[in-house]
């Protein structure tokens, strides 16, 4: 069974190319929605038509053509499939030879002419089917975001968020039924779009030109403690401190695709950090204390990272049995289990894997100590260790004075094939 992917471009008529006309022509089955069905309408012939089901219900059918020799089937798109469309689910389940993409202009091409926009100069965020926070990912001052919505991220919902972003003078431009005779275009700034009754056409996109102060959502690494939630006022509390935070990133050094796993985790600074800018990353913040998890949940969402950061709640190191083996791990606590957590994470991780291990207590140094000896010895691992103290600007009557932080010494293995020769890092 031959799978045929077909875009149809943002028009009321298919905008098909010859090949394609052929392979719909010539398909068994054709399935898409009641609006893509009603746009082919006239180049269908006696083929059978589907509406398009859920993907697990797609799945099972199609199983099921395949076991009966169907030769063919379409399954239309509204714009690019391979482009934040049905593509991307396609080419992750059939093989390459089985499958025949056809593009066409999506709504974000169309979009972006309308409005004189390079498509490279923008950022593309589909919140279709995905949660409304994610938004907050891409929040950032001068920025263009061309946004693919959903019934839950209407025009007023993102203009309530840049507002509560600190971005309230924001232009929201949104093009409504684009290609159809009833498209419509209009701007809005976002402090006075929030609350306006306006109903918009469902099928629709929406750029924002990203403007204001902002200040809430983070630009760049070191988020302040302050604009976490934690289990103390003031962002003390169980929350790294942003000057180690950022060591500790820069020791971790995440790739796209890794899993990365944060023992031990408190409110989440670390895994909300490495969650926003590593967004192809997924993390896995390991916590079993209940305002600690309570506070790690909502800074999960206040930053919106609900997409790539996955709250396990449990005491490693049980709560390890069910998670994927991981790429870089660190250990922020232990809970008086750190030996035993140091000896399953390092035959979990492979070669080339990453370590991070902090201490504050000279219990745990120890213990850290013992093991980076062990690594020497056994000549598995590039082994470095730091030790980071931190004084911080405050007021004594009038006067400036610096006020010292307890030491954390932070120890960093990267896993090697025992003896290999090893370059410094």
């Known amino acids: 069974m031959h799978l045929h992917i077909m875009g149809l471009g943002v028009s009321e008529v298919a905008q098909l190319d010859p090949l394609a006309q052929r392979a719909?022509?010539?398909?068994?089955?054709?399935?898409?929605?009641?609006?893509?069905?009603?746009?082919?309408?006239?180049?269908?012939?006696?083929?059978?038509?589907?509406?398009?089901?859920p993907l697990l219900e797609l799945e099972a059918q199609l199983e099921q053509w395949a076991a009966e020799s169907t030769p063919s089937v379409v399954v239309l798109a509204s714009g690019d499939p391979l482009y934040y469309g049905i593509g991307r689910w396609f080419s992750r389940r059939f093989p390459a030879d089985q499958l025949?993409?056809?593009?066409?202009v999506s709504s974000i091409q169309a979009a972006c002419h309308r409005l004189g926009l390079s498509l490279q100069d923008v950022e593309v965020l589909s919140l279709h089917g995905r949660p409304l926070e994610k938004i907050r990912t891409q929040l950032k001052r001068n920025r263009t975001l061309v946004i693919l919505t959903d019934k839950h991220s209407t025009p007023q919902v993102l203009a309530q968020e840049c507002i509560a972003a600190g971005f309230s003078k924001s232009e929201l431009t949104v093009?409504?039924?684009?290609?159809?005779?009833?498209?419509?275009?209009?701007?809005?700034?976002?402090?006075?779009?929030?609350?306006?009754?306006?109903?918009?056409?469902?099928?629709?996109?929406?750029?924002?030109?990203?403007?204001?102060?902002g200040g809430i959502l983070p630009e760049f690494p070191g988020i302040p403690e302050e604009r976490f939630v934690t289990d103390k006022p003031g962002g003390k509390g169980m929350l790294t401190k942003r000057e180690v935070r950022l060591a500790i990133l820069s020791m971790m050094q995440v790739s796209k695709g890794d899993q990365v796993w944060d023992?031990?985790?408190?409110?989440?600074?670390?895994?909300?950090?490495?969650?926003?800018?590593?967004?192809?990353?997924?993390?896995?913040?390991?916590?079993?204390?209940?305002?600690?998890?309570?506070?790690?949940?909502?800074?999960?969402?206040?930053?919106?990272?609900?997409?790539?950061?996955?709250?396990?709640?449990?005491?490693?190191?049980?709560?390890?049995?069910?998670?994927?083996?991981?790429?870089?791990?660190?250990?922020?606590?232990?809970?008086?289990?750190?030996?035993?957590?140091?000896?399953?994470?390092?035959?979990?991780?492979?070669?080339?894997?990453?370590?991070?291990?902090?201490?504050?207590?000279?219990?745990t140094k120890q213990s850290l100590l013992a093991f980076y000896e062990a690594r020497m010895q056994y000549g598995d691992a590039y082994s470095q260790t730091t030790q980071i103290m931190v004084s911080r600007g405050d007021q004594l009557a009038g006067q400036l004075l610096y006020r010292p932080?307890?030491?954390v010494t932070l120890f960093r293995f990267r896993k090697t094939a025992i003896n290999e020769e090893r370059c410094y890092e």
């Not at 719909?24 to 038509?49: H, K, P, W, Y």
């Open 263 to 363: 023992i031990g985790a408190g409110c989440g600074g670390v895994a909300v950090e490495l969650s926003y800018w590593n967004p192809d990353s997924q993390i896995y913040a390991v916590e079993h204390h209940p305002d600690r998890l309570h506070c790690l949940r909502q800074n999960r969402d206040r930053f919106g990272v609900v997409s790539n950061l996955n709250v396990i709640e449990g005491r490693a190191p049980c709560a390890l049995s069910d998670l994927p083996n991981p790429d870089k791990v660190f250990i922020g606590g232990s809970g008086g289990e750190l030996e035993r957590l140091l000896d399953q994470v390092w035959a979990q991780l492979p070669d080339g894997g990453v370590l991070v291990a902090s201490a504050v207590t000279e219990t």
């Open 100 to 104: 025949s993409f056809y593009p066409a």
């Open 24 to 53: 719909l022509l010539s398909a068994s089955v054709v399935i898409g929605s009641e609006r893509q069905l009603r746009v082919v309408a006239d180049l269908v012939g006696e083929q059978q038509t589907l509406h398009l089901p």
């Open 405 to 407: 932080s307890l030491p």
């Open 175 to 213: 093009c409504e039924a684009l290609g159809y005779s009833h498209e419509k275009v209009t701007a809005y700034v976002a402090d006075r779009l929030a609350d306006a009754d306006v109903v918009f056409d469902p099928l629709h996109v929406t750029v924002i030109q990203v403007q204001g102060e």
